[in-house]
């Protein structure tokens, strides 16, 4: 395996991991009335302080994305 192949193929998991990252999450549809309760798992705000190498290069790649996105 050459350096560009294991480049490409590095390059490719991570833009598939940032866009399993920032998918949506399904809202909750309120029926309302006075006891109306949501059931729905809110997800979970992981703020991890030690960060794995891998994931300060999702952010960095979704900081890079928001930025040409204002342009």
Known sequence: ????TAAAKGYA??????SK????TMESQKTGGLLARDMT???KQDTPKD???YDMVL?????IREY???L
């Open 1 to 4: 395996m050459n350096l560009y």
């Open 13 to 18: 998991k991570a833009v598939r991991d940032l």
């Open 21 to 24: 990252r920032s998918k949506p």
């Open 41 to 43: 798992r809110k997800p």
């Open 51 to 53: 960060k794995q190498p």
């Open 59 to 63: 952010d960095a790649m979704q900081q």
């Open 68 to 70: 040409r996105n204002k």
